[in-house]
């Protein structure tokens, strides 16, 4: 039987190990896991979500709490629309997080980092711009489109230095989104790079609607595969959703697939930004703990663990703070949702809101658990500890894991 090391992933010059580990916002995916992914000679990613927190956190910036002082006027208004980002502030501070990241990099792989069109933030063209813009500066290697159609996406950085050199790709769930995106950038002449064909068992938001589980990801990825080919278009791709061994990975790379995104696996590595007790609720987790849901603002469903706490948290939106997901009109549905509740309930000082969550606080708190559907075999992967806990894994394990194993099987860690 095959192993996935047999595989090489061919991007431009770039001969990889044929894994890429998917963005995981809100520095989940952290530099360190991205690093040591590049490292072993995959493909690993940063996250570019809520990007001034992240560079707050990791590089003792003060963005949030200059944002917050500027706006907080505002805090107790309903209406959001002035809350803007300062341009010159998330270019820095994207340009701070791919720095550094990659004046650390070593090894032979690659570090992209995840972009997501549904990060609005109430000024959806100019901030993704100067996102898209400060990241290939600083000399990032590649750019996902995450979490959108992207039809306008590639316009907005057509005159970069590095349009043409830096990797681009895109995560589509349907052939049909797929066409659309290569339609409407037909004009620029630059074909993406790659082309992450993401299926309804993946984590964090879904490119599917409530019926998700109607859809598989082996049929998209034919279509896809099918329709480049009837177009003579030589783009590589990379299923993911699902992929939880090497032989899984296997199964994909014989059906034509150049590579496999996973993620879910690495959320429970040392090197994941999830804190330590997050990562052994995505051990302790049961088929039955794990949901769709329709909670995120963005309005996509979104994957999670059901005992997250920020779900049915009623907390005070935190736009003058964050408002990543102010629309272009300056409006969360969190807000709106929150305002109907506090209406509905005056004088109480707690409030639930059970129909949506404030995703920019509780994904900032690591409050939301999002994960993918295959979470609840998380357990199989590693040892238990006499008191209960389980062993966290290293990413280099993990990878070697996908990278090697045959037969289904997974490997155990050596015992802690
Ligand atoms: C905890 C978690 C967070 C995620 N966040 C993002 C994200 O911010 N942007 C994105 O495009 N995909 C996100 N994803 C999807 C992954 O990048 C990846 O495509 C998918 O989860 C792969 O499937 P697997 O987890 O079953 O391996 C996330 C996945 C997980 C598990």
Not at 36 to 44: I, K, W
Not at 240 to 247: E, L, P, R
Request: aromatic share 8%; charged share 25%.
């Amino acid at each position: 039987m095959r192993r996935l090391d047999d595989f090489r992933l061919k991007l431009g010059q770039h001969e990889l190990v044929p894994i890429m580990v998917g963005g995981m916002g809100v520095d989940i995916s952290s530099a360190d896991l991205a690093l040591e992914v590049a490292r072993l000679g995959g493909v690993g990613h940063i996250s570019d979500a809520m990007i001034k927190t992240v560079t707050d956190r990791r590089y003792k910036t003060k963005y949030v709490k200059a944002k917050q002082a500027l706006y907080k006027y505002n805090a107790e208004s309903d209406d959001k629309s002035s809350v803007k980002f300062n341009l010159g502030h998330l270019a820095e501070a994207t340009r701070l997080h791919v720095e550094g990241t990659m004046t650390r990099k070593q090894g032979s792989g690659l570090v992209f980092i995840n972009c997501m069109e549904k990060l609005t933030m109430n000024a959806p063209k100019e901030t993704l711009k100067v996102r898209m813009d400060a990241a290939m500066t600083a000399g990032i290697d590649g750019i996902t489109l995450a979490a959108g159609l992207h039809l306008g996406s590639l316009a907005l950085i057509e005159d970069h230095p590095r349009f043409r050199d830096v990797k681009l790709g895109i995560i589509v769930s349907s052939v049909r989104a797929l066409q659309l995106f290569l339609k409407k950038n037909a004009r620029l002449n630059r074909l993406p790079d790659y082309v992450v064909v993401e299926g309804p068992l993946a984590g964090g938001h879904l490119g599917f609607g409530m019926d998700w589980a109607e859809y598989d990801l082996a049929t998209i990825t034919t279509e896809v595969l099918q329709y480049l080919k009837a177009e003579q278009l030589d783009i590589p791709v990379l299923p993911a959703g699902g992929i939880f061994t090497g032989s899984d990975a296997v199964r994909f790379m014989e059906m034509g697939g150049a590579g496999v995104q996973v993620a879910t696996r690495f959320t429970v590595t040392k090197e994941c930004g999830l804190p330590d007790e997050v990562k052994q609720e995505y051990f302790k987790a049961g088929e039955d703990d794990i949901e769709v849901n329709q909670i995120s603002p963005t309005g996509y469903p979104m994957r999670m663990i059901k005992s997250s706490p920020g779900i049915g948290d009623g907390i005070r939106p935190n736009c003058e703070a964050y408002g990543y997901l102010l629309d272009a009109n300056g409006k969360c549905a969190y807000v709106t949702a929150y305002n109907r509740e506090v209406a509905a309930h005056p004088g109480e000082k707690r409030i639930s809101v059970m129909d949506k969550t404030c995703l920019c606080t509780h994904m900032r708190n690591f409050e939301i658990w999002t994960c993918g559907q295959l979470t609840w075999k998380l357990k199989d992967t590693t040892r238990k500890a006499s008191d209960g806990s389980y062993q966290l894994l290293s990413a280099e394990h993990v990878f070697k894991d996908y990278q090697f194993s045959t037969d289904d099987t997974i490997a155990l860690p050596e015992p802690a």
